[in-house]
């Protein structure tokens, strides 16, 4: 049984950052005790600490790490605080969350630590408080998309409270759905990189008792051809402002298949995930990951010695294939959405 306390996937415990380390489940529910910012860093690059909102969390309680370590005599050295905030930033380029979240904690440095802290763990309350909003929001309208039967929904990655402080986004309506009884079945994409899907999101449907299948990813659009999904749940990383939205890699290609099946496909998401100064996602940033997590998994080598991978974490949706893109304050319908039934407008 995991204590209530550790609901939350990160936590601030006396100059320390707690977080669930995300390698180690399903087998293994412990929590990480990060002092450095060297620590904090290699924990979201290792994806220890992963799902934009929450590494955006934690890139903010990072900012506090470094403000309380270069401290002195009530003095704070903030060259080297903005400097481990730089490479905070940097860890993880494609999900907006993180540069904001350590700009946002950074603009509290000359106020004191203990200013950086309390601004950053406002942000985990803010986070709980709109990913609950966001999930009300997303739950109602796939209940008016799917109105007359318990859905089938497919969803990719993890988007539940593993991916942020608390709630969840994508799979946060997913289980606001199941309390409501509305929930026939999720199948679930495995999911690269680390098949965050069939680790992570199967054992948080597990705990929470949503029926559920673990889907091969590439058996999701036979999936939708022999009609036992209703709707698509993603979430995102980044989204332009014109409703490009980058995700974990295959969100494209369910996209794609949804839209040839006449299928919602509907995004949730904070609105610290959108980039309105980016005008499309042809600016996104992708990232590639390790050759090793393809050639081989868990320490065994699957492929020839030396073979070449292409290995990217995310890709980027098309805001026409859109259904509705849902955060905390909006329901967001991109013009050009295959879902013509659906008129483009934003709702609040």
């Not at 909102?53 to 934690?58: E, M």
């Not at 790490?65 to 605080?81: F, I, K, Q």
């Not at 974990?248 to 949804?258: E, N, Q, S």
Request: charge should be negative; aromatic fraction near 4%.
């Amino acid at each position: 049984m995991i204590s209530p306390r550790l609901r939350l996937s990160l936590s601030w415990d006396d100059g320390r950052i707690l977080a669930v380390d995300q390698r180690a489940l399903p087998r293994e529910y412990r929590l990480l005790r990060l002092e450095t910012v060297d620590q904090l860093i290699e924990a979201i690059a290792s994806l220890a600490i992963r799902g934009a909102p929450a590494i955006g969390l934690a890139g903010a309680l990072g900012v506090a790490l470094s403000a309380y370590r270069h401290n002195s005599d009530g003095r704070t050295d903030e060259a080297a605080v903005k400097a481990d905030a730089a490479r905070l930033s940097a860890a993880r380029p494609t999900a907006v969350n993180l540069a904001w979240a350590v700009r946002r904690a950074v603009r509290r440095l000359a106020d004191g630590p203990e200013a950086v802290l309390a601004e950053a763990m406002g942000m985990l309350e803010e986070d709980a408080t709109a990913n609950r909003a966001a999930v009300v929001r997303a739950a109602d309208l796939v209940q008016s998309l799917v109105p007359d039967r318990p859905v089938r929904i497919l969803t990719h990655c993890n988007t539940g409270r593993l991916a942020t402080a608390a709630v969840g986004t994508a799979l946060g309506a997913i289980l606001e759905l199941h309390e409501r009884g509305r929930v026939a079945e999720v199948l679930v994409d495995e999911t690269r990189p680390l098949l965050q899907g069939a680790r992570l999101t199967a054992w948080e449907l597990g705990e929470a008792g949503v029926p559920y299948r673990l889907c091969v990813d590439s058996a999701a659009a036979a999936a939708m051809a022999r009609g036992m999904v209703d709707c698509v749940l993603a979430g995102a990383d980044r989204i332009a402002a014109n409703g490009d939205v980058a995700n974990k890699i295959g969100t494209y290609g369910l996209a794609v298949a949804a839209a040839r099946h006449g299928l919602p496909f509907v995004i949730v998401a904070p609105e610290s995930s959108w980039d309105r100064e980016l005008a499309d996602g042809s600016g996104i940033v992708v990232e590639e990951r390790d050759p090793g997590e393809v050639t081989g998994f868990a320490g065994v080598e699957a492929a020839p010695a030396g073979a070449a991978v292409f290995n990217p974490a995310f890709d980027v949706t098309p805001a026409e294939l859109v259904t509705a893109i849902v955060s905390e304050v909006q329901v967001f319908r991109p013009h050009g959405s295959h879902s013509t039934s659906y008129p483009c407008e934003v709702s609040t």
